[in-house]
């Protein structure tokens, strides 16, 4: 992992990431290594020339805010054993962070102390179900392609739960706990399964924002900029910047590499995908979400364990097996487990010539997902003539919109809930025309001037103007003791936790700007000392967030 050369214009605004190997000392370098005469596995110190899956990572977290893991995969080992490997060299470098982040987040969820007993034996039954099903897929689909990607997901998260609890031995029967690392996976989806299970107090307040996301075309189309802000609680903010790079087959039948084989994307310890998300793929397709969620109980009835796959999984299969939107849609779509309902958004890059016009499609395509329907179009023609495409947790599609039940919460809360008069829905609008360089777009996607700003203003809201009412929200910041109409707009541990952007200069090689932790440009900096929250578990984390954008390469 390197840092490339960058302009007289941008040095204020990015630092420097100490390159691997200048930094010997807190790089470490993983190897897992096969005994071809016992056929057992095992890990080792550096670079083994016979490597399975090799693992480097470094912990920046105190400088800049991210660690950064890069796993590689021996395409001359067999799939399975490429896949589960992968999980054990990563498990073996960032155990540590593990452990903090499961404290941090996940240790108190249906664990020991559980406080919702039912809901937690029901989220295990469904779990427990939906497994048996997709192994029995597996089992009867051994050439599929959609199948075998599947297996080699949870062979690799296998890996890693083996790894992190010192069991380094390839199954010969996959099982995985159903409340175990599972749940590092499924945090978006839980989201929704907490609804449809009927959780006596769920996590997501009404209207929580999940993200911010711009795809912007400059002047002339000389550039096109991906942009993603993850909104999350401030426990999270444990952060790996993940690069992977797998020589996997696309089925046991079809021996041709899959397509996105080398993905780049910010992700979090113990996940084996992005989950904020924003991926850069070898296929050329830069994909990223935000949530939409659904707000009809009715369409609870969808989610059902038989005939389902997790998003999560969904969304990593896709990854791998697309070459374009449309089949990247296609594929994401089988399946719909009507949990962790998201806007995606796939830019190919292989559709964009800089300076030109371009194609009337393919270049970008948007899917909409809830419980029991998807909708998906190819929105290039609309992106060529505005010039941008901004989302930001409302869906785009009257359907969805209206079946989701958007429209009930605009008759009772009004345009907060609106897709275009929204308050980011508007400040997009306004700020996106200022965007001309990817300073611009840096600033743009880190804005928050929600005292001074009138769109950032709520009704219904004492005092008027809201931290959440803006780009990279600091729900944090508004008062405690205010009065708010719906839950999102209250005191919480909430906001933007970070900034990812990649363009076409940079999307080649994985490159991305990148910041990590709330926004303090225009607003005071999130300490943890000084929060309303210093009670909250954030073992491992910084004090003080005020970390700069970094300019990431990768080191091979």
């Known amino acids: 992992m390197a840092v490339l050369a960058v302009p007289d ?117 469904y779990i427990t179900s939906n497994l048996q099903w997709v192994a029995q897929q597996i089992e009867e689909n051994p050439d599929c392609p959609y199948w075998h990607q599947v297996h080699l997901s949870l062979l690799q998260l296998k890996g890693l739960e083996d790894g992190y609890n010192g069991e380094v031995q390839l199954p010969t029967r996959l099982t995985l706990n159903p409340l175990g690392f599972l749940l590092f996976q499924m945090g978006g989806d839980l989201e929704d399964l907490e609804s449809a299970l ?67 994307f910010s992700s979090y310890p113990g996940s084996i995908f992005s989950g904020d998300d924003f991926y850069i793929l070898s296929s050329g397709l830069v994909t990223m979400e935000t949530t939409i969620g659904n707000s009809n109980p009715d369409l609870w009835k969808f989610v059902q364990p038989q005939g389902a796959v997790m998003e999560w999984l969904r969304n990593i299969v896709a990854n791998r097996l697309a070459q374009t939107g449309k089949e990247w849609a296609d594929i994401f779509s089988k399946y719909n487990s009507g949990t962790y309902n998201n806007q995606w958004m796939i830019v190919d890059y292989k559709n964009f010539i800089p300076g030109q016009a371009g194609v009337k499609e393919g270049l970008f395509t948007v899917l909409e997902q809830i419980p029991g329907m998807i909708q998906v179009a190819d929105k290039t023609q609309e992106l060529y003539t505005t010039s941008y495409w901004a989302s930001y947790n409302i869906p785009y599609f009257e359907d969805i919109f209206n079946a989701s039940g958007c429209q009930d919460l605009v008759k009772k809360y009004g345009s907060w809930f609106s897709y275009s008069e929204s308050p980011r829905a508007q400040i997009f609008r306004r700020n996106q025309t200022r965007v001309m360089d990817l300073d611009s777009m840096v600033k743009l996607m880190r804005y928050n001037d929600f005292k001074n700003d009138p769109l950032s203003k709520c009704d219904g809201c004492n005092p008027p103007q809201n931290g959440e009412n803006t780009i990279s929200a600091r729900s944090d910041l508004n008062p405690e003791n205010g009065t708010y109409p719906f839950g999102a707009l209250k005191q919480r541990s909430h906001g933007g936790t970070d900034m990812k952007m990649t363009s076409y200069g940079m999307f080649k090689s994985y490159e991305l700007l990148a910041v990590s932790g709330p926004v303090w440009e225009q607003v005071p900096v999130f300490e943890w000392s000084s929060s309303p929250f210093r009670d909250l578990l954030h073992i491992g984390h910084p004090d003080r967030w005020d970390f700069p954008t970094v300019h990431i390469k990768w080191s091979d």
């Open 9 to 125: 214009r941008m040095r204020a605004l990015v630092a420097v990431v100490c390159l691997w190997w200048l930094c010997p000392a807190s790089a470490q370098l993983r190897s897992v290594i096969l005994n071809r005469d016992t056929g057992g596995l095992s890990v080792t110190e550096g670079l083994h020339r016979d490597f399975v899956a090799f693992a480097r990572f470094t912990d920046r977290i105190n400088v800049t805010g991210w660690s950064y893991l890069e796993v590689v995969t021996n395409g001359s080992y067999n799939d399975t054993l490429q896949a589960y490997a992968a999980g054990l060299a990563e498990a073996n470098v960032t155990t540590q962070l593990i452990y903090k982040h499961w404290i941090n987040t996940l240790v108190g969820y249906c664990g020991p102390f559980k406080y919702d007993a039912g809901y937690c034996s029901r989220l295990k039954e």
């Open 198 to 264: 009927n959780k006596s107090s769920q996590s997501r307040a009404l209207g929580s924002g999940s993200c911010s996301a711009l795809i912007k075309l400059l002047p002339e189309n000389k550039e096109l900029l991906v942009a993603h802000d993850t909104w999350n609680n401030y426990q999270s903010m444990l952060r790996i910047m993940k690069k992977y790079t797998f020589s996997f087959q696309v089925s046991a039948k079809d021996k041709t590499l899959i397509p996105g084989g080398t993905q780049a």
